[in-house]
């Protein structure tokens, strides 16, 4: 029978707060770059310039249809090897979690934008407002109440997704957890630490999706 004991992860405690504090840094860096990425890609598919879409949804497909483990390994490995340059791997997991996220965040913007009724734009344009004042005063507004539950979903599933910068050896809140494994040989204390941890922080904000997501369908 295993003997649980965590105090030896308890004495390790200053290692799970610095990987906490690193996936917290890689989890809120890469959703900003994703969401100005995700705006870029979003308006380059409603352009209505059919390079520009097929670029963007071309983007969009490569990094929503690998998984984000292999394109990291492929930033970190194969893309030194193609560019004849070293890079270092915090930059090579944050422009990886970055494109990953700005991927999903576009198709998110997309829907909401698309959801909003064209009648709305034609009433805007029927008063003498232009494309950009149209969208943002009218169309932006409407849409962002009904992206918000996905968009959290999506950072949620971004937050976890920081766990894989490990296999390149970024001190994330995975990669301690093998660090404390190796030092105190207790690797169910270990992952179960982690687990909680992400509960702890996760739990709340899916919570918050799922509250939003009511009062919305509610007040529509």
């Not at 100005?36 to 990094?63: I, K, P």
Request: charged share 15%.
């Amino acid at each position: 029978m295993y003997s649980w004991s965590f105090f030896p992860i308890f004495q390790a405690s200053d290692l799970f707060l610095w990987g906490l504090w690193v996936t917290v840094v890689y989890t809120f860096g890469s959703i900003v770059l994703g969401l100005v990425l995700g705006l870029a890609l979003c308006f380059c598919r409603l352009s209505g310039n059919r390079a520009l879409d097929w670029v963007a949804q071309g983007f969009q497909e490569l990094f929503r249809c690998t998984p984000l483990l292999v394109q990291l390994l492929w930033f970190y490995y194969a893309l030194p090897l193609l560019l004849g340059i070293d890079i270092d791997n915090h930059v090579a997991a944050m422009a990886t979690l970055s494109l990953y996220a700005a991927a999903f965040y576009a198709e998110i913007f997309r829907g909401g934008i698309l959801s909003i009724a064209k009648g709305q734009s034609e009433a805007g344009a029927a008063i003498g407002m232009s494309k950009a004042q149209i969208m943002r005063r009218i169309v932006l507004p409407q849409a962002s109440r009904r992206m918000l539950p996905a968009f959290i979903n999506q950072s949620v599933i971004q937050f976890k997704n920081t766990s894989l910068i490990s296999v390149i050896s970024v001190a994330d809140l995975a990669y301690m957890a093998s660090v404390v494994n190796g030092q105190t040989y207790r690797p169910l204390e270990s992952y179960t630490a982690v687990a909680v941890l992400y509960f702890v922080i996760l739990f709340p904000l899916t919570r918050l999706a799922d509250y939003i997501e009511r009062r919305l369908r509610v007040s529509e």
